[in-house]
């Protein structure tokens, strides 16, 4: 025994040797595999910012991140890496990161250009226009008495115009367009084929400043005003807001996707091939993609093994949650008196007795349910609510639990009658039922620190320390 306890540590020493010359040492070693210097200050940097509420320091992380490992180590050694599903989730986030990298410059800027030129080519030589319009609207198929009164109140609004009135706050009172009308009636710049045809006919017919007589399109009566006129900038000019256009509506990803499709097209690789490539390509150029990559895939995998394997089993296991309420009651206690029940609102006075009546003999879980059912057939005949309350957050059920007298009970309109079902509890709750969602996650969380104690005595762990001192020092 003496001799295999001299060998490991003469070979731990020899690790921590090596480790310590390197460019890129090595700070632990988990099941076997290193973890560089660098890849440990990146994930300890990335989860200690300035604006991190709880941040640790650097003793402190080292636990949190070698329990994270061990959780990893533990899925993949369950093969839960080989899953479709996980590998499905994990490629949409991973490339998510590798897609826009794929796009040059010069692709972008291609793109750009040829948006410009489907610019001038849509306006065929005519200038840009700044419209403005009072709009009073003709809804389809409107009775001629509908169409005559706003054609009415659109002469009306024109003769003042003729005789002084401002456009924009006739426009922000009057027009029935709201977005325009916030703005004193001011629609965008635009061009041949981006408005309703007779808007545009008019527009165009105006110079600058002047007014149109009221007309009727398909929509209804406009009044116009034409703000400014201007010709199509050069391309140099618009560029920055025609990429930031384009890139909006997923210029990269567009242009990503059309590269992945030509080059799977010819046969030589699948789109997931191609990707995997790009991953092992652009991971050795920039090592924050990588160990960001690595934090997609380590995390999804620790998720997927906590899911599986502790909370969801924790969460289905009643006897367990029980018992853990039971040896941890006092963690549960409170200072002010609570309630567990149904809280119920009811057209009718004689409802509340058929509530009572109703769910009497029942188990407090399946009260909700049978008075939807028996009670709310037809119509909602009762409102309720069941969970646990506490004294002073409910004037109704402070009124009818807690015999409150300060203050008066708001009664639900359409609802005036209330009662109450259930029990009052003074010191804490009587079934782990009644704080489940605490219990559970609490139970989850013993769990959780309960596996990662055998997962240490499963895997190996050696730090190295002098290393560790170095982290973000040198």
Request: charged content about 30%; glycine content about 4%; hydrophobic content about 35%.
């Amino acid at each position: 025994m003496r001799k295999e306890w001299m060998l490991g540590l003469l070979m731990a020493m020899a690790f921590q040797q090596v480790c310590a010359q390197s460019a890129d040492p090595v700070v632990m070693r988990i099941a076997g595999t290193d973890v560089t210097r660098s890849e440990f200050e990146y994930s300890y940097n990335k989860n200690n910012t300035s604006d991190v509420v709880d941040q640790k320091s650097i003793d402190e992380y080292v636990p949190m991140f070698v329990n994270y490992r061990l959780k990893v180590q533990a899925a993949l050694d369950m093969k839960m890496d080989t899953l479709s599903s996980f590998q499905k989730e994990f490629r949409m986030y991973r490339d998510q990161q590798l897609r826009p990298l794929l796009v040059s410059p010069q692709m972008e800027e291609g793109e750009a250009k040829a948006y410009y030129q489907q610019m001038k080519d849509q306006l065929g030589g005519k200038d840009l226009r700044l419209p403005a319009h009072i709009f009073l609207r003709v809804p389809q198929n409107a009775e001629d008495s509908v169409q005559q009164r706003q054609k009415e109140r659109a002469d009306s609004v024109y003769a003042a115009l003729k005789q002084g009135a401002d456009f924009a706050a006739l426009a922000n009172q009057i027009s029935e367009d709201p977005q325009s009308a916030r703005n004193g009636g001011e629609l965008m710049w635009c061009g041949p084929g981006q408005l309703i045809p007779d808007f545009e006919k008019v527009m165009y017919g105006l110079k600058k400043g002047e007014l149109s007589e009221p007309f009727l399109s398909a929509v209804g009566y406009h009044i116009v005003r034409l703000n400014d006129v201007k010709d199509l900038e050069p391309y140099d000019t618009l560029r920055p807001q025609i990429l930031r256009f384009l890139e909006q509506r997923g210029l990269r990803d567009r242009l990503a996707q059309k590269m992945i499709d030509s080059l799977s097209a010819d046969g030589k690789m699948t789109p997931e091939e191609f990707m995997d490539r790009q991953a092992q390509v652009q991971s050795a150029k920039d090592s924050n993609l990588k160990y960001l990559i690595q934090e997609y895939h380590d995390g999804l995998l620790m998720y997927e093994y906590c899911k599986t394997q502790l909370w969801d089993p924790a969460e289905r296991d009643t006897v367990g949650l029980e018992k853990f309420f039971k040896k941890n009651k006092k963690r549960y206690a409170w200072d002010k008196p609570h309630f567990y029940g149904m809280l119920y609102y009811a057209k009718q006075e004689s409802d509340l007795s058929a509530v009572k009546k109703l769910v009497r003999k029942m188990d407090e879980r399946d009260w909700t349910q049978a008075v939807r059912r028996e009670m709310n057939k037809d119509s909602v005949m009762v409102r309720m609510e069941q969970r646990l309350f506490v004294k002073g957050e409910n004037a109704t059920l402070d009124s009818l639990v807690f015999k409150v007298k300060q203050g008066k009970t708001q009664p639900r309109k359409d609802y005036p009658y209330s009662a109450a079902l259930g029990r009052k509890l003074k010191k804490g709750p009587k079934k782990w039922t009644e704080v489940s969602t605490q219990v559970k996650q609490d139970y989850q969380n013993a769990c959780e620190e309960k596996a990662v104690e055998e997962l240490r005595k499963r895997y190996e762990v050696v730090l190295n320390q002098e290393v560790l001192k170095t982290v973000n020092k040198h």
